[in-house]
């Protein structure tokens, strides 16, 4: 079992994204046979571009609060909120300074 503390992750990887050309850092938290855990730091107005999911996911946000676009619609994920990500096209967009953790089956 590993145990780590994802507040003081988040700030190094914050930092690293407010020093970044895109605005975004990330770094893996787990990875097993069936998910994959991963920190993502975005800074405020940072768009990931319109991908599609590998299969199940979810995000939760840990810290600020982001925005996914599927299409006409926008699903809202302010702090402390767990989302499914939608199988369609979509896209992740920081409304300010935010920590995300994603999550995605593998396999």
């Known amino acids: ?12 990887q914050l930092e690293r994204a407010r020093q970044s050309s ?12 069936r998910l994959r855990q991963t920190l993502l730091a975005l800074t405020a107005d940072t768009r990931l571009a ?7 996911a979810t995000v939760l946000c840990l810290r600020g609060h982001v925005v996914i676009n599927v299409g006409e619609r926008s699903v809202d994920v302010p702090e402390s909120t767990l989302v499914d990500v939608p199988a369609q096209r979509h896209d992740l967009v920081a409304v300010e300074d935010s920590l995300v953790i994603l999550t995605v089956g593998v396999g």
């Open 1 to 12: 079992m590993t145990e780590m503390t994802l507040h003081r992750l988040g700030d190094e």
């Open 22 to 33: 895109n605005g975004r850092a990330s770094t893996t938290v787990h990875r097993g046979r």
């Open 50 to 56: 319109e991908h599609q999911s590998p299969g199940d």
